[in-house]
């Protein structure tokens, strides 16, 4: 399985502000994947990140709060830009497997908390 | 988003006893992943299963994907103390572009 971190672990941020959060893997992957776990909830896939393209985003998620960057095979950043309370999340990075494209693996996670 | 049905939604068992859940779906899946995920962890990935029948085991833990391809259930055996978390299926559903979609999860709580 692909190792995966994710910068920061945590924050605390303020109402308006945004925060970038970096996900870097071991090795080159083709697809890079942002979810959302709302606090209690399950996961919601909110884009996936394509080397050399724009990212793909899910219903009811837009570029304008979420923009996302993937500059290698091996990085990828989303921001949460202008946010609010209901942004509190965690937000996880996940990557498909090496030796098999149908599982897939995740990082450990940014909890996030808007005051 | 899709969710997958997961039940039961949590449990709270005695120490040794074995455990299981299922998620159904309406959608056929090429792929059933199990996950587990501790407080302040990312989920970790416990089984993965391929093809439809398919049993698969990891220590405690086994794993079957359905004949219909629209359920999967997880059983866990003889549970400890450290098997407390939250557990996720997911399935690849072919209709909705083969990516992941999550079920509810089930809180495990083993009482000692």
């Known amino acids: 399985s692909a190792v995966i971190s994710q910068k920061p672990s945590r924050d605390i941020c303020q109402r308006g502000t945004s925060l970038t959060i970096q996900c870097q893997v071991d090795s080159q992957v083709t697809m890079m994947f942002w979810y959302r776990q709302q606090p209690g909830q399950s996961l919601t896939l909110i884009a996936t990140a394509n080397q050399g393209s724009e990212a793909t985003y899910e219903s009811g998620f837009v570029i304008d709060k979420f923009p996302i960057s993937r500059p290698n095979l091996t990085f990828s950043t989303l921001t949460v830009s202008n946010m609010s309370p209901e942004d509190s999340s965690i937000y996880l990075c996940?990557?498909?497997?090496?030796?098999?494209?149908?599982?897939?693996?995740f990082g450990p996670g940014t909890r996030l908390t808007v005051l | 988003g899709q969710q997958l049905n997961q039940s039961p939604q949590s449990m709270f068992i005695q120490e040794g006893e074995d455990v299981s859940m299922n998620c159904t779906s309406s959608s056929i899946f090429n792929t059933w992943l199990w996950y587990k995920q501790d407080p302040g962890e990312g989920p970790v990935l416990l089984i993965a299963l391929y093809k439809a029948g398919e049993l698969t085991s990891n220590g405690r833990l086994t794993a079957q994907f359905g004949i219909t391809r629209k359920d999967s259930f997880l059983n866990i055996s003889a549970s400890i103390p450290s098997d407390v978390g939250i557990y996720f299926c997911a399935g690849r559903d072919m209709e909705y572009g083969n990516k992941l979609v999550f079920g509810a999860g089930t809180i495990l709580r083993v009482k000692s």
């Open positions: 996940s990557v498909l497997g090496k030796q098999r494209s149908d599982t897939q693996y």
